[in-house]
T-cell receptor
Framework: AQRVTQPEKLLSVFKGAPVELKCNYS??????LFWYVQYSRQRLQLLLR??SRESIKGFTADLNKGETSFHLKKPFAQEEDSAMYYC???????????FGGGTRLMVKP | DAGVIQSPRHEVTEMGQEVTLRCKPI?????LFWYRQTMMRGLELLIY????????DSGMPEDRFSAKMPNASFSTLKIQPSEPRDSAVYFC????????????FGNGTRLTVT
């Protein structure tokens, strides 16, 4: 069975500092990895997915199959980045997502 | 498109009462998911449907929980009888079928059972 682990429940940084939200997964096949974000009082929404290799709002994430990781990074955090971030995994068998426990990012002024 | 629509936004009920949560997925999406979010356990998948058929309900915590999808535009999640430990935010999400299709979430229903 697949599993997604986000080791940090809370990450607090100052504005302008680099950010890395960790995500590790376990799955025997080839997974699809996603990052979802939930801003205060808003619905959960897709931030980025590994197959797109895109940068959204300055965030990037690289799939490292050797380390089974998909860490989310941003070189310079902004206050508006404060939110709950969820890493998620989908198998090729379907689009059922398994979510990690989430990391709350707080960016202080 | 209004996105995934859930109702009610908030529900406060007493222990033992029946609770029904409702969801309208995005038109054209044929997969629907119910998730529960708590501080302790994060986001947990309860059940999901493909083409109105329940595919995996292994996340449904107990027989007190049941979900239906009578047609492509409507689903319900029912808790009977409700208990205080059911207090959480319940999210509905929909997507097109397929491993790369992102989920679109509703605003959630915040349930409080006293």
């Amino acid at each position: 069975a697949q599993r997604v682990t986000q080791p940090e429940k809370l990450l607090s940084v100052f504005k302008g500092a680099p950010v890395e939200l960790k995500c590790n997964y376990s799955y025997s096949g080839s997974p699809e990895l996603f990052w979802y974000v939930q801003y205060s009082r808003q619905r959960l929404q897709l931030l980025l997915r590994h197959i797109s290799r895109e940068s959204i709002k300055g965030f990037t994430a690289d799939l490292n199959k050797g380390e089974t990781s998909f860490h989310l990074k941003k070189p310079f955090a902004q206050e508006e980045d404060s939110a709950m971030y969820y890493c998620a995994l989908s198998t090729h068998a379907g689009n059922m997502l398994t979510f990690g426990g989430g990391t709350r990012l707080m960016v202080k002024p | 498109d209004a996105g995934v629509i859930q109702s009610p936004r908030h529900e406060v009920t007493e222990m033992g009462q029946e609770v029904t949560l409702r969801c309208k997925p995005i038109s054209g999406h044929n997969s629907l998911f119910w998730y529960r979010q708590t501080m302790m356990r994060g986001l947990e998948l309860l059940i999901y449907f493909n083409n109105n058929v329940p595919i995996d309900d292994s996340g449904m915590p107990e027989d007190r929980f049941s979900a239906k999808m009578p047609n492509a535009s409507f689903s319900t999640l029912k808790i009977q009888p409700s208990e205080p430990r059911d207090s959480a935010v319940y999210f509905c999400a929909s997507s097109r079928q397929g491993g790369n299709s992102p989920l679109h979430f509703g605003n959630g229903t915040r349930l409080t059972v006293t």
